[in-house]
């Protein structure tokens, strides 16, 4: 089984990428949480976190800190496998983004408009 080994483990391949996410909003994610106080509610923190529902998943900032923020493997899946033989594919489409943005918490989401945001 594939496991989870946090975004910095894409930059060497995918800086472009890399770089994107950096500048993004999800890169930050986990920070909007402290800021509103909301980052020991679990459901909130499901969104904000890579795997926080799955085994090896995100479990406290200071134990898994690699695996904070909306990162890489957030729409990607575990990566461990892909690290390991680069042809194992990493697609991730609309349907990714649709576990979290869904209308009660990203009002008015457009796949489209917000793609542009972080297209890599």
């Known amino acids: 089984h594939a496991k989870y080994v ?3 483990a894409c930059k060497t391949c995918h800086v472009d990428a890399w770089d994107i996410w950096t500048d993004s909003a999800h890169a ?3 920070a ?3 800021k509103t106080t ?3 509610d679990p459901e909130c923190v499901a969104c904000h976190v890579v795997g926080l529902t799955t085994v ?3 479990t ?5 800190p690699y695996l904070k923020d909306v990162g890489c493997e957030s729409c990607h899946g575990p990566g461990s496998e892909h690290v390991i033989k680069p042809t194992v594919s990493m697609k991730a489409g609309p349907e ?3 576990t979290c943005h869904v209308p009660d918490h990203s009002p008015g ?3 489209a408009e917000y793609w542009e945001k972080i297209r890599h």
């Not at 406290?60 to 898994?64: A, L, M, P």
């Open 28 to 30: 930050e994610a986990y």
């Open 56 to 58: 090896g998943g995100f």
């Open 60 to 64: 406290s900032k200071e134990k898994t």
């Open 6 to 8: 946090g975004s910095r």
């Open 109 to 111: 989401f457009k796949f």
């Open 96 to 98: 990714s983004c649709l």
């Open 32 to 34: 909007t949480l402290e």
């Open 38 to 40: 909301n980052h020991r």
